[in-house]
């Protein structure tokens, strides 16, 4: 009767050990854990690109204008070529050629001679003012040859001009950029989890 008694005692703490390890073991409580998840962000970043642009430049350009270029026959009162200028700071340009001796002669709107040179042959580069002119060219001996003469006008003025540059840009471009963060999370666990930290 003693041993059913101390079996009956042995069961008792038995099954209340068991008992209390089983209900420690039901995840009665709510825990919160922290874990590090990947996640991806979209973003925007700038982006250089190149693209050609034109611009206009305002630069000073040389004209030209042939005012005579020819191998006529020599003539006893010379060849004469008239013509004007419009523009300011024009250069009279160009080269002559006489079978024999003779001259360059240049004259104004009124006939006042205003440059001169002797010689059969040689090179004028003379400036001048607006305004109308005549440049003749005569030799005194050997008429019914050929002369050689060629006479330009020369200028500068300023001109529009289009150009091309290549410029740097930026345009935005979607990227997707991999970040982390801490999230906490819940679950249920058991005292036994909380108190070993399972």
Not at 45 to 68: A, D, G, K, N
Not at 93 to 107: E, I, Q
Not at 115 to 133: C, F, R, T
């Amino acid at each position: 009767m003693q041993w059913s008694r101390k079996r009956i005692v042995i069961i008792g703490v038995s099954a209340a050990v068991a008992l209390t390890c089983i209900i420690l073991a039901i995840p009665f409580n709510t825990v919160s854990y922290y874990t590090v998840e990947t996640y991806e962000d979209p973003e925007t970043r700038q982006e250089p690109y190149t693209v050609t642009e034109s611009y206009i430049s305002l630069e000073t350009c040389e004209r030209e204008e042939v005012i005579f270029e020819g191998t006529p026959y020599s003539v006893p009162h010379g060849i004469s070529v008239p013509f004007s200028v419009a523009k300011a700071n024009t250069r009279l340009v160009g080269s002559f050629k006489l079978p024999a001796p003779g001259g360059f002669y240049l004259y104004s709107s009124a006939g006042k001679i205003l440059y001169e040179q002797l010689s059969a042959h040689g090179e004028v580069d003379i400036s001048l003012k607006e305004g109308e002119y005549k440049a003749m060219v005569r030799e005194m001996a050997s008429w019914e040859e050929r002369i050689y003469l060629n006479l330009k006008l020369k200028w500068t003025e300023p001109e529009e001009v289009t150009k091309y540059r290549e410029i740097t840009k930026y345009r935005e471009v979607p990227v997707t950029v991999e970040k982390e963060r801490t999230v906490t999370k819940y679950k249920k666990a058991s005292f036994w989890q909380m108190i070993f930290g399972n």
